[in-house]
């Protein structure tokens, strides 16, 4: 079997089997790159809620909590709560959060939802399972870099690598290089 032939073979089925992992990591790696414009992993939503009157800071931490949750109609199990001060208590669900300033009688509702999808992949992609995950994520790293390389050899003549496939792959590596120089 002549060279190129192999080469196309192998890279054919490597590219079939990273074709999930790509788009896994793909999918994470945009995400990820935008963590300043908005949270990957979390829906966080807020709500500004009015406490009614009959609540006051005289009252117990446990008479506060029961009071809050019957009157916003939260039925969750409370997982803790906490008094920072006389007049502002934390009352902690499993996905929310209710703040609360009796002085004011504002509360603050916060509640925590996963984004499918993109929860799962960054944490595939951040490598948060590690053991068995590393190696699989070394081996797709192993694979691109196999697809990068047999990628360069899959088209002959001025098309392909002696002709002007050369000035794409100088383009490939100049790009981080200029971003490099300009902001390492």
Not at 141 to 165: D, P, Y
């Amino acid at each position: 079997m002549k060279i190129r032939k192999l080469i196309r073979l192998l890279h054919r089925d490597v590219g079939y089997v990273a074709f999930g992992l790509t788009i896994i990591y793909s999918i994470s790696g945009i995400a990820v790159n935008h963590v300043n414009d908005w949270n990957p992993n979390y829906i966080i939503g807020k709500d500004t809620l009015i406490v009614s009157s009959g609540i006051d800071s005289t009252l117990t931490s446990e008479q506060i909590v029961e009071h809050l949750t019957e009157s916003f109609s939260i039925t969750d199990s409370i997982k803790s709560f906490f008094r920072s001060s006389p007049t502002t208590i934390d009352i902690f669900f499993d996905k929310k959060t209710l703040s609360t300033n009796l002085k004011t009688r504002i509360a603050v509702l916060e509640t925590v939802e996963s984004r499918t999808v993109f929860h799962e992949s960054n944490f595939l992609h951040l490598n948060h399972p590690k053991k068995l995950w590393t190696w699989i994520a070394d081996l797709f790293a192993v694979a691109l870099i196999f697809l990068a390389i047999t990628g360069i050899f899959m088209i002959k003549g001025k098309k392909g690598i002696s002709g002007r496939g050369k000035w794409f792959i100088l383009i490939g590596i100049l790009i981080p290089i200029v971003f490099l120089l300009l902001y390492f």
